[in-house]
């Protein structure tokens, strides 16, 4: 395997461009400086700094040059570099070939008896359709097929609701039953998962270590060697000893890793399980993707994923995305000539509803996901970088262990080395070829349990368990992560792009302010003041220009509005002024819609009343609206349309800016006539006609109220104070994103509301890239801004060196979140086309939850710094130990079971004890972490060696002096005194670790003991390991070549452990520099590889 020395942990990789990291022992060198000690290097395969939309040849790169014992279990939570072709083979086969795949998948449930279980997971259908008059079979082969024929045949839409016993308008009933009923005839929308991996397979990949399955041949080698020469009741100790250490230290890797894969699992499920809205009843309900049936109705709108197979209803400039399932990335408009929608694919624009008529495994989709693995691996910036420190160590460790393995080989035939007795154990000419040969194998065996403890084989896998820990912490914190980098790189995030509304905002919204027939209402919702028409067309253009939904119980109960935020607040304004909202959409009828479009603001739609007169009806931005409407509509006489006067237009404009800076968001509502003659009358026309925009009469403008968030104030203050600069970028009337900003605290004043630092989105894409790039640092509050402005936004301040997390909810700021470092979406408000292009699902769509997630990136790179600090520490202290002992005395006194045991201790439960750290406020008085920054700080790099330097200096003093020290006796007794003197050692080096693992809890911190208690799995390991230690070193003495101590020697132990923590405090006093030491050990290789390339 080749093999290349690393820059990484030990050789800085990663910056974030502007700040240095406290806890890593960050200063204050200029920009300059830094770029010029920490810039990248594009020879080192492990300088992956952004592993978001890395290359595979990269990712491959890194893979090829890392040293790796154990392959399977190191590279299981990457990439599947080969996935994509997986995935487009599968598709393929099963366009080709679905009938005869859901069938051999049906065939395999019925055998495990899953068909008749109505409420399992995978349900499926059975051969009755009970009382609906459709047969399964048929409508499956009707939408998979797209067979319009089958559909005429079936009467249309109309008719295959009929037979489904659905409502095209109202869905299917809201009863518990009929959804059973459904399930039981066609199927729930569910699909039989892969079953994960097995603990055994867990325990099978442990097993593949390579020093391990060496130390298993050396120990059965030992064993037989000592059961032929020293009998069954001796001879199995030397070699059975070692071969249960190593089989511990499987099991105890296996469960660990199976318990991580389980939390993996879990939280796959819960990606998976998308909430949408279905009609039942009459009533819009919110429900899981599993619960949709066939005969649901279903609306669509842009960013929504297709919940099923089916069959359009009705839509307008509906635009589906199927390359999902087609591979083809090209747009498919759907109409009545066009109604088949695939179960999978993504709503890329318009708006529409659909009748369910295929769910499961009666779909592409469903037997697509039922064929393929989800595939939980994914490379983080971290990982790599620790495979690449892991490489450079584990080098080190394999020339320490060669050097012990000479030296102890010459040693051994020169006929200098001596056992415990004293005895010479090599003597030319008599000792005999079985001595030789098991007397090299415990050598041998010493040699490899160095490299099991040098190559820190769980650095890299640290990773895993940390983010493991802290992605099921943060779904406490409402965060859901589906990017496992994303959650480290928050730690490095320098500017965080906010969304307004409902991110920064309750997204509560109400109407408080009204102008109509132009002047302000008293009362805003009190139509007393309104002439009967004006009411009657504000409440058509309400009832019919909307997403929403208005339901009347058939009890009486209250009134059930749905829809979004703003939506519900006009809706729910237009009915206290006594909008009927059934009879309106009855009585009038829907020709065309232009859907709200975050680029022009604005969306409105074409009504037929009757058969001869046709209403334009525009709803949106109101100082866009109201620019470009040429009549008002007067209070007194509804049919004196007037042109909109020089005056009114500015009494309108001061309206609207005093609305705003009262933080309000302003929605103008305005129709026109339009003559019947010049509506298309072909369909296909229809679709390409657009909407006339001229000659509007503004009806009224209302001013929506959506108070900020509780708590807000503080978590801006919080980030700022951790220097993360918050940006809100909103597409709202740069006076009310101001008033908004000002409340938030992210804007300290008015005075500093002046451009760029607020500035319209407009303003900003009309400069250059240069231009954009000097602006973008100044920007704090962007206003009217479009995706694609947020897009630019995000774009410049990256070039600049940022880190930047983007908030965004919509279908078009995709782009925007896909571009950014950290993508966060909105689990409420956002489409599932924005999560699915996000790294982290903000749950409850709260700014303060997105602070929550940046105090856990920082945690996550705090605790494997802690964890690198803890392990190396040992590392250094026992290879020192074993080679000066080695070279000097030709044995060592730290044995193969022993180094097992210290390992055990080191990868797996100190990595438990301290990448599980739960994050604390310190982390937020910090800079953030830069992700150029040495993985091994100067702050780290005094610690471990304070630790390592004591350990070896007592442990030396021990090895050669022990016997003196001790008040060992030297008589006849000799071999038991060494005995004795080697298990102090032992215990000693144990005793060191175990206090040792409180100073790596606090790096840059006197008080190591600050929040022990709050992290109960810490303290239990390290009562565990104590414990433990007692009982090896009291009970299992021939087992791990060890005698029982007195309690006097317990109590010196403890004393030599425990000096480590006044030691870490007089440590900490002891100044760093300001520039790294990786950049000293970086400039030899760089001075190198230049004299090798001129």
């Known amino acids: 395997m080749s093999t290349t020395s690393s820059s990484n942990g030990l050789l800085p990789t990663s910056m974030s461009g502007r700040h240095d990291d406290v806890e890593a022992g960050g200063s204050d060198r200029t920009q300059d400086e830094h770029h010029e000690q920490l810039e990248h290097d594009p020879d080192d395969p492990f300088d992956l700094d952004n592993t978001k939309n890395a290359s595979a040849q990269s990712l491959r790169r890194w893979r090829q040059a890392a040293l790796v014992l154990n392959a399977s279990r190191r590279f299981r939570y990457t990439l599947d570099l080969n996935k994509e072709e997986h995935y487009e083979s599968r598709r393929r086969m099963i366009r080709a070939h679905a009938q005869v795949i859901r069938a051999a998948l049906l065939f395999k449930l019925a055998g495990e008896q899953q068909v008749a279980v109505a409420s399992s997971s995978t349900t499926t259908p059975s051969a009755s359709t009970g ?22 045949q079936h009467g249309g839409v109309k008719g295959v609701a009929e037979k489904l016993k659905s409502n095209l308008e109202q869905g299917i009933e809201e009863d518990e039953k009929e959804v059973i009923d459904r399930k039981n005839a066609f199927g729930s929308n569910t699909y039989p998962k892969k079953k994960g991996k097995s603990f055994y397979m867990f325990l099978w990949e442990a097993w593949q270590d390579l020093t391990l399955i060496i130390l298993i041949i050396a120990a059965v080698t030992s064993l037989a060697l000592g059961i032929k020469t020293e009998g069954l009741k001796e001879g199995w100790l030397d070699g059975g000893s070692i071969a249960f250490a190593v089989l511990l230290v499987i099991i ?52 929504d994923q297709v919940p099923a197979d089916g069959v359009l209803i009705s839509g307008h400039s509906l635009a589906i995305d199927e390359s999902s399932m087609t591979g083809e990335s090209k747009i498919v408009n759907k109409d009545q000539n066009s109604p088949f929608l695939m179960s999978g694919c993504k709503v890329a624009d318009g708006v529409g509803s659909m009748l369910v008529t295929g769910v499961g495994i009666n779909t592409e989709w469903g037997l697509l996901m039922a064929s393929i693995s989800e595939d939980t691996g994914e490379e983080t910036p971290l990982q790599v970088r620790l495979n690449g420190l892991a490489t450079f160590i584990g080098i080190v460790g394999l020339t320490v262990a060669l050097v012990v393995l000479v030296a102890l080989l010459v040693r051994y035939f020169t006929g200098t080395t001596q056992d415990s007795s004293g005895a010479t154990q090599f003597v030319k000419g008599k000792t005999s070829i079985s001595d030789i040969v098991d007397d090299c194998v415990k050598i041998f065996t010493i040699a490899v349990t160095i490299v099991v403890v040098a190559v820190p084989e769980g650095l890299p896998l640290a990773v895993t368990l940390t983010l493991a820990y802290s992605m099921r912490k943060m779904m406490a914190d409402k965060a859901l992560v589906r990017r496992l980098s994303a959650c480290e790189t928050m730690g490095s995030a320098t500017t965080i792009c906010s969304d307004k509304t409902g991110t920064l905002t309750l997204n509560q919204m109400t109407v408080v302010e009204t102008y109509a027939g132009g002047s302000k209402m008293d009362v805003a919702d009190n139509p007393s003041g309104l002439h009967p028409k004006l009411v009657a067309l504000i409440s058509e253009g309400v009832a019919q220009n909307t997403t929403g939904n208005v339901f009347h119980p058939k009890d009486g109960g209250e009134v059930e509005i749905s829809g979004s935020p703003t939506e519900k607040a006009i809706l ?23 859907p709200f479009n975050s680029e022009k603001k604005r969306g409105g739609v074409a009504v037929l009343r009757g058969d001869s007169e046709v209403f334009i009806h525009w709803k949106g931005a109101a100082e866009i609206d109201y620019n470009i409407c040429l009549y008002f509509a007067l209070i007194s006489n509804i049919n004196n349309i007037s042109c909109l006067e020089i005056i009114l237009q500015e009494f309108f ?27 298309p009358k072909e369909q296909e026309d229809l679709d390409k006609w657009s909407l006339p925009e001229d000659e509007l009469t503004l009806l009224a403008i209302v001013g929506i109220k959506d108070p900020c968030r509780p708590g807000v104030r503080e978590a801006v203050r919080i980030c700022t104070s951790a220097g993360v600069k918050v940006r809100m970028v909103t597409g709202d009337n740069l006076q009310t994103a101001k008033a908004i900003a000002l409340e938030c605290g992210i804007l300290a004043s008015d005075t500093e509301a002046v451009e760029p630092t607020i500035i319209e989105g407009k303003v900003f894409r009309e400069l250059s890239e240069k231009e954009r790039e000097q602006v973008a640092k100044r920007i704090t509050v962007m206003g009217r801004s479009s995706p694609n402005d947020k897009l630019l936004l995000v774009q410049a301040l990256r070039k600049n060196g940022d880190v930047v997390a983007v908030t965004g909810d919509g279908t078009n700021d995709a782009p925007a979140l896909h571009e950014a470092d950290i993508g966060l ?38 605790n494997i710094q802690k964890f690198i600090q803890f392990q190396l520490t040992v590392n ?91 008040g060992l006796k030297q008589g006849s007794n000799h071999a038991h005194a060494v005995e004795v003197k080697n298990t102090m050692i032992f215990n000693a080096f144990v005793m060191c670790q175990i206090f040792n693992e409180f100073n790596a809890r606090k790096p840059d911190e006197m008080n190591v ?25 009291t009970f299992l003495g021939e087992f791990a070549h060890t005698v029982a101590l007195s309690w006097q020697l317990w109590l010196a132990s403890i004393v030599i452990g425990l000096v480590s923590w006044p030691l870490a405090v007089v440590g900490k006093l002891i100044p760093v520099p300001r520039t790294p030491m990786s950049v000293y050990f970086k400039k030899p290789f760089r001075k190198y590889r230049a004299s090798r390339s001129a």
Request: aromatic residues 6%.
């Open 131 to 152: 009382n609906f008059d459709i047969d399964l079979e048929k409508l499956v082969s009707m939408t998979r097929n797209q067979n319009m024929s089958s559909l005429q």
């Open 252 to 303: 105890v890797t296996a469960v660990s890793d199976y318990r991580q894969s389980l939390q993996f699992q879990n939280l796959n499920d819960e990606k998976r399980n998308i909430q949408l809205e279905v009609m039942r009843g009459g009533r819009t309900v919110k429900i899981s993707i599993y619960d949709v049936v066939v005969g649901d109705v279903i609306p669509l709108r842009i960013g």
């Open 572 to 594: 729910s304004w237009a009915y206290k002024l006594g909008m009927k909202f059934d009879t309106i959409r009855s009585e009038s009828a829907i020709i065309h819609a232009f």
């Open 653 to 679: 404009r001061l309206a609207i800016d005093a609305m705003a800076k009262n933080s309000l968001r302003c929605v103008a509502i305005a129709c026109r006539t339009q003559e019947l003659n010049k509506v």
């Open 825 to 862: 979406s909105m689990g409420i408000s956002g489409t599932e086309v924005a999560k699915e292009s996000s790294d982290i699902i903000i749950l409850d769509d709260n700014f303060a939850s997105v602070v929550k997630v940046v105090r856990w990136g920082r945690s996550v790179y705090a």
């Open 876 to 966: 250094v202290a026992a290879l020192i130990i074993n080679v000066v002992a080695a070279m000097s005395s030709g044995d060592v006194p730290l044995k193969a079971v022993q180094l097992l045991w210290v390992n055990l201790i080191m990868d797996t439960l100190g990595a438990l004890a301290l990448a599980t750290e739960p994050p604390t406020d310190h982390l937020m008085h910090r800079t953030p972490v830069g992700r150029r920054e040495p993985l091994i700080t100067n702050i780290m790099w005094r610690n471990l060696l304070v630790q390592s330097l004591y350990q070896v200096a007592v442990l030396l003093v021990l090895n050669f002096a022990g016997l003196s020290v001790l």
């Open 1009 to 1033: 003991f600050s929040g022990v208690s709050k992290n109960p799995l810490f303290v239990a390991i390290v009562g565990v390991t104590f414990v433990l230690q007692i009982l090896i070193v």
